[in-house]
Nanobody, 124 residues
Framework: HVQLVESGGGSVQAGGSLRLSCTAS????????VAWFRQVPGKAREGVAA????????RYSDSVQGRFTISQDNAKKTLYLQMDSLKPEDTAMYYC?????????????????WGQGTQVTVSS
């Protein structure tokens, strides 16, 4: 049973924008730690952005700070990642993740609930 589903990936030129969405269902709707990760083949999963509803904090990796924005629409049970000024090195499979009580963790193995991923490809 899939509880997190990503969408919005695609192919864009460097400098372009994409908005990723992650819609939750079932018990994971109540999770208070939510995050975006990305991964390329042969490399570890990298934390991109996180939000902790317990205190309203957000956290971004240095590589995306100032270019990406994480947000939520609670009524729609959807997590977003707005990606602007995209670079070729942003090319990856992007995953949303959720769990309880992790704060703004960007450590992949702390999260137990994952989407199946959406591909982002940035060309130059």
């Amino acid at each position: 049973h899939v509880q997190l589903v990503e969408s919005g990936g695609g192919s864009v030129q460097a400098g372009g924008s994409l908005r990723l969405s992650c819609t939750a269902s079932g018990s994971i709707v109540g999770a208070n730690s939510v995050a975006w990760f990305r991964q390329v083949p042969g490399k570890a999963r990298e934390g991109v952005a996180a939000n902790y509803t317990g205190d309203g904090r957000t956290r971004y990796s240095d590589s995306v700070q100032g270019r990406f924005t994480i947000s939520q629409d609670n009524a729609k049970k959807t997590l977003y990642l707005q990606m602007d000024s995209l670079k070729p090195e942003d090319t990856a499979m992007y995953y949303c993740a959720a769990d309880y009580g992790l704060g703004t963790s960007l450590v992949a193995n702390e999260y137990n609930y994952w989407g199946q991923g959406t591909q982002v490809t940035v060309s130059s």
